[in-house]
């Protein structure tokens, strides 16, 4: 063999350990995304469902020290109330702006069949919106306070959890109800939206009035 024979096939080889490892690179990357994607499915394997370590908790909660904190849009009352309803294809929201000092429960009333379609926590200086919310007629009840307890008990057939630090409520004032029903022009289908912020009880605005504990749940 000559030497440029030889220069040919020492390239020849190191080309193909190079290809080699460029394939088995990829394979190797191919591998790693598969895992992140499953890792992320296992993270959140349901809606409004976190996975913290090896602890599963369907309110999204975490606990320290015997404390235990609520993230902002956890669904404290999940299985007391479900999930609610919901219509994804309304365009209709409520944000909510927590400006109260205190970290917030926020119900969401439909008037009509009074049935709670939302239960979301909300962190003092913290926003939320709900969206894709059906057509109708609602009003909301707020807790406010701090120090979550979920095995505060509330009452025989109620959902245990609540504030066990400096705890006051609020109401939508009677009659005063965010009005969802649907309106239609000629550009197409009206979606009404609402904004709100969330006050303490010793705040009184137009749109709350305080109200009890006992009132809470009913």
Partial sequence: ???????VFKRSIWTLYLEVFLLLLLLCYGVSTKLDARHKEDAFPTHGVMKIGEYYSVSRTTCTDGLV???NGAMPFLQYYGYGHYDYSSDS???LTNRAGKDAVVLLINSG???VERNVYIRDAYNFTMADIPEGEYYIRVALGHTWDPH????EGLPNG???DEATFLQSRIGDTLDYR????DNGIIYPVYS?????ADYIDHQFRPTTGGTFFQ
């Fill in 93 to 95: 929201f409520l944000h």
């Fill in 152 to 155: 505060k008990y509330n009452g």
């Fill in 162 to 164: 609540g504030f066990v």
């Fill in 69 to 71: 904190f609520l993230m």
């Fill in 1 to 7: 063999m000559t030497e440029g024979m030889k220069r």
């Fill in 196 to 200: 709100l912020v969330l006050y303490d």
């Fill in 113 to 115: 069949t009074g049935e």
């Fill in 182 to 185: 649907f309106g239609e022009n």
